[in-house]
């Protein structure tokens, strides 16, 4: 049944070229396979839920880009409308109509947004939200959460989640000291800490950014109350709540973790899904902070290509096939007989491991658990999941190549898709 026999010569001829032209052979460092072992595959072509590798290899594809395919790869109706985009340029670098067809989409849908800018990246979303959260308060330092990642600005690679965790980095070099000086750091999930920190740096903290369920250090969701906590504790000290939703945005809920557990923030970053499958970033939130950016107030943030008209075409087209009803429903069943399955095998096959999902979000550490922070997560046995990732890719699944990144699904998969994970996941689980 299965083929454990895949020939991979192309993808090690060209990964082999690129470690000489690029540094480590990529262009973003969780994509080189560091951590699991084993050669990356070299992608040729991807469609719905998979992946044809130059080898012709197919695969079943949880990775989904990191993210934005929630649609499924290549969904024909959102190229058919780049199709149409094209015809009329690729850039603009003015205003246009599709901006403000993107924006009331994203208005409507995310409580927190009352206006929103767009940029190009999660990264970049992050970096404008930082500035903003400092201008609006006029304090410098912020709490961020170890494991959660919210790109690689300076002030943010402190704790990092995703590559730096991946790759069991410190804290990057070339990072000033003094642009970290302002970054406090809390475990995810413990309100106790996030008070101490608030106690200890009285009117200092602009506000406390997260990853409202983290993807970054694997997938680990917020205890009950958390959120709540974090909203309470912001508001008592003066400070402002940011959700980075560049994951959970239009992924576990149309209006994101906030619209799943009831909780608002007062700014939001987004990526992502809502550029379906083009660079897109965004930021937003209540109109009074939003109203500081410029032109309309002093803080700076600037870009050629934002509000690009190919990538707000796309990011329309996807929102609006979410919008179907069931979207949703049919995201959490598969994705829970997925993420239920793999934790079921492993039990039956003698490993320790917990895991969980929600919606099209999901992930599975090789460790008892529960995994409640970033310091549990890497309880996880990483080895395992490199041999059990390396099996998994050998039999036609592609996964994300690091136990420190969630899983995504898509309303491309199949029950049929599902099942022949799960099929394959004995198999390798069993041979571990
Ligand atoms: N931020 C993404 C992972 N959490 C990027 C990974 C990549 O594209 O390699």
Not at 263 to 281: A, E, F, N, Y
Not at 322 to 329: A, E, F, R
Request: aromatic fraction near 8%; glycine fraction near 12%.
């Amino acid at each position: 049944m299965v083929n454990t026999t895949i020939k991979t010569t192309k993808s090690q001829e060209v990964f082999a070229a690129a470690q000489n032209l690029m540094p480590g052979g990529v262009s973003s460092p969780v994509r080189a396979f560091k951590s699991v072992g084993g050669q990356p595959i070299v992608f040729d072509r991807v469609k719905g839920a998979y992946i044809w590798d130059v080898d012709g290899n197919k695969y079943i594809d949880y990775v989904g880009t990191w993210g934005p395919a929630i649609c499924g790869h290549a969904h024909p109706e959102v190229i058919a409308a780049l199709h149409e985009a094209l015809e009329k340029g690729t850039s603009f670098g003015a205003p246009s109509t599709l901006e403000n067809v993107l924006a009331e989409m994203v208005i409507d849908a995310v409580p927190s947004i009352e206006m929103v800018r767009f940029v190009n990246s999660g990264t970049e979303a992050c970096m404008g939200v930082l500035r903003l959260m400092r201008a609006f308060t006029n304090r410098d330092k912020i709490i961020k959460f170890e494991g959660c990642y919210h790109g690689h600005a300076d002030t943010f690679l402190v704790k990092a989640g995703s590559g730096v965790a991946t790759l069991g980095l410190p804290d990057s070099p070339g990072v000033p000291k003094a642009a970290t000086s302002t970054t406090l750091t809390a475990p995810f999930n413990d309100l106790e800490s996030v008070k101490a920190l608030f106690e200890e740096n009285r009117d200092e903290i602009a506000g406390v950014i997260l990853e409202p369920v983290v993807g970054n250090a694997g997938f680990i969701a917020p205890d009950a109350g958390f959120l709540e906590g974090l909203r309470e504790l912001t508001h008592e000290y003066g400070a402002l709540l940011v959700f980075d939703e560049v994951m959970t945005g239009f992924r576990i809920a149309y209006g994101g973790a906030q619209e799943k557990f009831g909780v608002t923030p007062d700014l939001t970053t987004l990526g992502k899904v809502i550029g379906g499958g083009l660079p897109v970033g965004a930021y937003g939130g209540r109109r009074d902070i939003m109203s500081m950016v410029a032109p309309a107030g002093p803080v700076y943030q600037a870009g050629t290509l934002s509000g690009n008209p190919l990538a707000m075409t796309a990011g329309i087209k996807t929102l609006e096939l979410l919008q179907k009803p069931g979207t949703y429903d049919y995201l959490e069943r598969i994705t829970k007989k997925l993420a239920d399955g793999l934790l079921q095998i492993a039990k039956e096959t003698g490993h320790a491991a917990c895991g969980g999902q929600i919606s099209a979000m999901f992930g599975l550490f090789f460790t008892s658990g529960p995994v409640h922070n970033y310091e549990d997560a890497k309880k996880s046995d990483t080895a395992k999941f490199g041999r059990f990732h390396r099996g998994m890719l050998e039999r036609g699944v592609y996964l994300a190549p690091s136990q420190f990144e969630a899983g995504f699904t898509s309303f491309a998969h199949t029950e049929e898709d599902i099942e022949q994970t799960l099929a394959v996941a004995r198999d390798v689980m069993s041979s571990l």
